[in-house]
């Protein structure tokens, strides 16, 4: 597609139950970020992918969280017992170098609104 | 890691108006993106702008990588400008997008 897509838009989930958020990245690119933005706060970064390899997961708030992109173009953003504070907008973003956002612009998707209930 | 500042938090104007935002980084940066997220959340990229000038019909941005600021101005403002705009840069030998804490804009009518 031309460009990032993430699904669904919206998920509804009761407290203590799993979700597992899916990430299409633009064809080709090499690099995928996930970040996590709170209501009114700017996006945070959670981990990062250069192809298949998860470089930086330091931002992972808790083992609950766990990512993985097996083939190197999709991406599952997975959280197991989602609690309250959970709740926010997952944002995957992808750029077409190694590298990151060192130097080339990321691109976003428009989010997963997570509501934890 | 990299420190992201922008200002003002909150801006209202007049449509028609013209704006100035600031972004101040706490060192050098390979990468500087300005982002306006509208109120359906989508974040829009507005500018890629390491360093130097680009114009973008109503919207231009300047980044002055040696004294560590970019700006972004949004001329003869309208109703669709509203919304939060994030200033995001990565620092030397960085790989993240590190997010400032956004301007939030209102035009009204």
């Known amino acids: 597609g031309a460009g990032v897509s993430q699904s669904p838009r919206y998920k509804v989930a009761k407290r203590g139950q799993d979700v597992a958020l899916r990430c299409d990245p633009i064809?080709?690119?090499?690099?995928l970020f996930w970040y996590q933005q709170a209501l009114g706060q700017g996006p945070e970064f959670l981990t990062y992918?250069?192809?298949?390899?998860?470089?930086?997961k330091s931002g992972l708030p808790s083992d609950r969280f766990f990512a993985e992109r097996p083939e190197g173009s999709v991406s599952t953003l997975k959280i197991q017992r989602t609690q309250q504070e959970d709740s926010a907008v997952y944002l995957c973003?992808?750029?077409?170098?190694?590298?990151?956002?060192?130097?080339?612009?990321?691109?976003f998707g428009n989010g997963t609104r997570l509501t934890v209930t | 890691g990299i420190q992201v500042e922008q200002s003002p938090p909150d801006l209202i104007l007049q449509e028609g108006a013209n704006s100035t935002l600031r972004c101040n980084f706490s060192d050098s940066v390979n990468n500087l993106q300005w982002f306006h997220q509208n109120p359906w959340g989508q974040l829009i990229n507005l500018f890629y702008i390491p360093s130097g000038t680009k114009q973008n019909g109503r919207l231009s941005a300047t980044t002055v990588a040696t004294e560590r600021y970019s700006l972004l101005y949004i001329s003869s403002s309208q109703t669709t400008d509203s919304g939060v705009y994030f200033c995001?840069?990565?620092?030397?030998?960085?790989?993240?997008?590190?997010f400032g804490k956004g301007t939030k804009l209102s035009v009204i009518p």
């Open positions: 995001a840069a990565t620092g030397a030998g960085s790989y993240q997008l590190t």
């Open positions: 973003a992808s750029s077409p170098r190694t590298g990151g956002a060192y130097n080339s612009p990321l691109h």
């Open positions: 064809s080709g690119h090499v690099s």
């Open positions: 992918f250069q192809n298949e390899a998860q470089l930086d």
